[in-house]
């Protein structure tokens, strides 16, 4: 149980382009969800939390126009990079958090994000 | 604020030899702490959790993890590793408010054949 996929795996797209990853909970409903990024060789750090049905919130310096955040449903939360510059190309990934188990999340395999 | 620090960037060790990879914490109220495992392009597997109970942890794969609070650390051992297990290991420490995770720098764990 407890399963977070992503979608896609892996996506090249040109500068100036939008592109939406999808994070699911699969056998579980999430009320919250993570984005985080991931540089080459570094940790996992925290852009922002999604709630679902309320707005996102940031993290300080995460340009929250530039990565639009939506937590439709209890098991579906989308990162939208807008206006994607190759500074954006990183590793993303998604966690969720089921609702009786505050303390834990589980993640999602990662996207990573090749911008040309 | 909470912090992690895993002072150990890279840990090379031999096949079959014991390993002890470190992590410790700060924070003024209780934590959960997690030890996680991240192989190439891949997200991150739990090993590992400590939320409340006796202080050392058995995780999978072999390893295990001892909660020091008077030392604030959670440091993870193995007694054996394999060439499997070379990949990054994350330590991390949720806020039991937020439920935000804070994530160490990761330590790199080379397992030498």
């Known amino acids: 149980g407890a399963v977070v996929s992503q979608h896609p795996s892996r996506v090249i797209c040109k500068s100036g382009t939008s592109v939406k990853i999808e994070c699911r909970s699969l056998d579980f409903q999430a009320t919250t969800m993570f984005w985080y990024r991931q540089f080459p060789k570094q940790s996992l750090m925290l852009m922002a939390t999604?709630?679902?049905?309320?707005?996102?919130?940031?993290e300080q310096g995460v340009e929250k126009d530039k990565f639009l955040i939506n937590h439709a449903s209890l098991t579906l939360s989308t990162l939208t990079v807008t206006s994607a510059h190759p500074e954006d190309s990183s590793f993303y990934i998604c966690?969720?958090?089921?609702?009786?188990?505050?303390?834990?999340?589980?993640f999602g395999p990662g996207t990573r994000l090749t911008v040309t | 604020a909470q912090s992690v620090t895993q002072l150990d960037s890279q840990v090379p060790v031999f096949e079959e030899a014991p390993v002890e990879l470190r992590c410790n914490y700060s924070?003024?109220?209780?934590?959960?702490l997690f030890w996680y495992v991240q192989y190439p392009n891949q997200g991150l597997q739990l090993l590992l959790k400590?939320?409340?109970?006796?202080?050392l942890v058995k995780g999978i794969n072999g390893f295990e993890a001892e909660f020091n609070k008077s030392q604030t650390s959670f440091h993870l051992r193995k007694p054996s590793v394999h060439i499997s297990d070379t990949a990054e290991y994350f330590c991390?420490?949720?806020?039991?408010?937020?439920?935000?995770?804070?994530f160490g720098t990761g330590t790199r764990l080379k397992v030498l054949a």
């Open positions: 966690s969720a958090r089921p609702p009786r188990q505050g303390y834990e999340q589980y």
């Open positions: 999604s709630n679902e049905g309320s707005k996102a919130t940031y």
């Open positions: 991390a420490v949720s806020d039991p408010g937020t439920y935000k995770y804070i």
């Open positions: 400590y939320l409340s109970g006796s202080t």
């Open positions: 924070s003024s109220v209780s934590v959960y």
